[in-house]
């Protein structure tokens, strides 16, 4: 079995999908945009099960996969998914320091990794077996 893209290419998809995110959110940096892509992903993994949160990761692309299942603590009952101001603040509590991500940072992140090399369909059929609130976690407005 041949070395799949998403191993191979990797470090080239991610750098243009951090621009993205840098971009969408209008943060200045490299670093903030991953300190805020990192704040969203733990954010919504927080409010899954284990096997929940591993059929999201199989949805994402390498890097952003391994980042948002880093320094994970399971929780064998996650709080259900609150409204979307809770949601941001839970989001920018996340390194609450180093956090400058914007209040749209949740639909920002969302609209970077659907242009990103993500299939939608199999994004949309992951998060519909998902507890409420999920779906519009991702939720982007086109």
């Given amino acids: 079995m041949p070395m ?3 191993y191979f290419l990797a470090s080239r998809d991610f750098d243009a999908f951090i621009k993205d995110v840098r971009n969408t959110c209008m943060l200045q940096t490299h670093h903030q945009a991953y300190h805020t892509l990192r704040a969203v ?4 993994r927080s409010h899954l099960t284990a096997q929940q949160a591993l059929d999201f990761a199989n949805v994402l692309p390498a890097v952003p996969r ?3 299942v880093e320094d994970w603590t399971l929780s064998d009952s996650p709080p259900p998914f609150s409204d979307r101001a809770a949601l941001i603040r839970e989001m920018k509590s ?3 320091d180093h956090n400058l991500a914007p ?4 639909e920002d ?3 970077a ?3 990103s090399s993500i299939d939608e369909r199999e994004l949309d059929r992951v998060l519909a077996g998902f507890p ?3 779906v519009d976690f991702w939720k982007v407005d086109r």
């Fill in 4 to 6: 799949p893209q998403t």
């Fill in 132 to 134: 409420d609130g999920a």
């Fill in 113 to 115: 990794l659907r242009r």
């Fill in 66 to 68: 391994a980042i948002f």
């Fill in 109 to 111: 992140v969302a609209t």
């Fill in 103 to 106: 209040e749209s940072a949740i």
């Fill in 41 to 44: 992903l733990h954010t919504f």
């Fill in 94 to 96: 996340v390194r609450k």
